[in-house]
């Protein structure tokens, strides 16, 4: 457990040292943003 909270933490300033200014938190955000795509019968985002 405290490998993968290391790991998190390093990879967190990693995504801010290079302009990420949400770090990890980033992801919850692409999350949030691709759960909110509908998709078509194959899987792919459809266009509005």
Known sequence: MALAHWSW???NAY???NRIAAG???YDEVT???LGVP???QGLP???
Do not use: F
Request: no cysteine; charged share 30%; aromatic share 6%.
């Open 39 to 41: 998709l078509d019968s």
């Open 46 to 48: 459809i266009a509005r």
């Open 24 to 26: 990890i938190a980033n």
């Open 15 to 17: 995504l801010k040292s």
């Open 32 to 34: 949030r943003l691709m």
């Open 9 to 11: 933490r390093t990879y």
